[in-house]
């Protein structure tokens, strides 16, 4: 006998694949409210900057941008005006000291050189002329005062013979002349006297006018000497060895006495100058530590002189390079200087957030796993890449630096 079977209804197609979708989207509601709790925002992971909270020693450091500059510039003056005839070095070369870098011309200081000379000849020989004129003077004066000297003493001697006869009763020899020869004697005692005057006011007169003479022969002897140095300096040397920086004259320039010909330097000696803005101007001091980055290359420093003016905010620091120059090195040069301020031994820092400041509160997003959280931080002082964490934050915390300004009414959102 055949037993009919009861046929079991199958739910249609389409409604089963609706049901397993309603499904899937309730759980994924109810996960993801689960998960994201009261995350009101969502963020994309790429377009974050996040950094990892760190603890150890903290070097507290401050930077500028400036360039190098030399140390030591030596304007080369003309001494001589002149025409320039040849220029002999061009900005760049290198010279030695006392190398010719330029020649001037000026015939006037030649023919005035020429008449300087014959006119010390001239004066020489006329003053040889008028010494030995004044040196017989006094040859003459003195030939008169050992005359008179003579004459004075055999008045003297004529006079003594008589007073001895007189005084032994002898009538042979009257008064009166015995007056005579005594008034005799005192005239040429006299005459002594005025002629060893006359010697010496000869010889005054004689050393006066060398005197004067050595003086007119100094002065004309100087100014020849003034325009033989003038004329050797119508060829213009470097000063020092160094490079020749700039050059200011031109062929058939007509220059005059002290003009700029040339600027040369030693292009090994150079310092770097850099500017910090004036808020962290107060952290440098004189011997601090620095390092040096011409985006090739870095090099030690140090710090030697601090600006006491602000300008636009910066002050000028100077640095003295310690290590060897690399090779690009040159003035002018655009760099980067990191000056070391300080150091703390055990400090828990972060990489600068974008919304922090120096010795302040902020509020960064803390990102744990695909949520962040807003937090208050207390942050203290800073670096140049990197702040000091006070408060708020641990070790091996990860946060968000990058700008989140949009995000501010947020107390969560969701990293995707």
């Known amino acids: 006998m055949d037993i009919k079977l009861a046929k079991t209804q199958r739910l249609p197609m389409t409604k089963l694949v609706l049901l397993v979708i309603a499904l899937l989207v309730g759980g994924l509601v109810v996960f993801t409210k689960a998960y994201t709790q009261s995350a ?27 360039s190098l500059v030399l140390e030591k510039r030596h304007l080369v003056t003309s001494i001589s005006g002149g025409k320039v005839v040849e220029v002999l ?11 010719i870098i330029a020649r001037l011309e000026n015939p006037a200081l030649h023919q005035t050189l020429t008449q ?29 005062h050992y005359d008179a000297l003579l004459a004075y003493k055999a008045e003297k001697a004529q006079w003594q013979a008589q007073k001895t006869l007189i005084d032994k009763g002898n009538s042979t020899i009257s008064m009166l002349d015995h007056q005579r020869s005594e008034f005799a004697m005192q005239r040429s005692q006299k005459q002594v006297e005025l002629q060893q005057t ?8 004689l050393q006066a006018k060398m005197t004067a003479q050595q003086a ?37 320039m007509q220059l005059a006495s002290t003009s700029s010909v040339a600027e040369v330097a030693d292009p090994r000696l150079l310092v770097a100058k850099i500017n910090v803005a004036e808020l962290d101007a107060p952290q440098v001091q004189v011997g601090q530590q620095a390092t040096i980055d ?35 090195a040159r003035d002018k040069l655009n760099i980067e200087g990191v000056i070391v301020t300080s150091h703390q031994s055990n400090a828990t820092f972060v990489a600068m957030p974008a919304n922090a400041v120096a010795n302040n509160q902020a509020s960064v997003f803390v990102v744990d ?28 915390q990860t946060i968000i630096i990058s700008d989140m300004e949009k995000y501010t009414q947020d107390s969560q959102v969701l990293v995707r």
Not at 40 to 66: P, R, T, Y
Not at 89 to 99: A, S
Not at 198 to 205: E, F, G, M, P
Not at 388 to 393: A, F, K, P, S
């Open 294 to 328: 011409t985006y090739t290359s870095r090099f030690g420093a140090v710090v030697n002189r601090v600006s006491p003016k602000v300008v636009n905010g910066q002050v000028e620091v100077e640095l003295s390079i310690t290590n060897t120059l690399p090779r690009e």
């Open 40 to 66: 009101s925002n969502v963020v994309f992971q790429d377009e974050l900057i996040v950094a990892k909270v760190q603890q150890g020693e903290f070097e507290l450091s401050v930077k500028g941008l400036g």
């Open 369 to 396: 796993k695909h949520l962040a959280t807003k937090k208050t931080v207390k942050f203290g002082q800073r670096s140049v890449n990197y702040i000091e964490v006070l408060e708020g934050l641990n070790k091996n």
């Open 216 to 252: 007119e022969q100094a002065s004309l002897y100087s100014e020849i000497k003034l325009l033989k140095e003038n004329i050797t300096a119508l060829k213009v040397r470097a000063p020092i060895t160094g490079q020749i920086q700039d050059v200011f004259i031109e062929l058939g």
């Open 198 to 205: 006359s010697v010496a006011t000869q010889q005054a007169v």
């Open 89 to 99: 070095v061009k900005p760049g070369e290198m010279v030695t000291q006392g190398m």
């Open 116 to 144: 300087k000379q014959s006119l010390l000849s001239k004066t020489v020989a006329q003053h040889e002329a008028e010494l030995a004129e004044l040196q017989a003077k006094v040859q003459q004066a003195k030939t008169a």
